[in-house]
């Protein structure tokens, strides 16, 4: 059986991924960073690279022919998507 497992841990300045990567069998570790000015924004955007980072660990693939897809995104209020100037 196999065992998937991923330790992730806050840093001061993003995330630290510790698991075994790709087709390696030793663990390496991956970092997120937070690396914006603007620290509200790069928050989310930290936070939401580590939720691509867990479905692609994990193989959560989204895929035209499914019914419902897994998405993260960025938004304000009143739902509109946060979008890079």
Request: charged share 35%; proline share 0%.
């Amino acid at each position: 059986m196999n065992k998937w497992a991923l330790h992730i841990e806050k840093s001061n300045n993003g995330y630290i991924l510790q698991g075994k990567f790709g087709n390696s069998e030793s663990i390496t570790k991956q970092v997120i960073e937070i690396e914006d000015a603007e620290e509200w924004i790069s928050e989310r955007k930290a936070m939401q690279q580590l939720m691509w980072e867990l479905m692609d660990y994990f193989a959560v693939f989204n895929s035209k022919h499914d019914k419902y897809r897994l998405d993260v995104r960025i938004t304000d209020q009143e739902g509109k998507e946060y979008e890079e100037t």
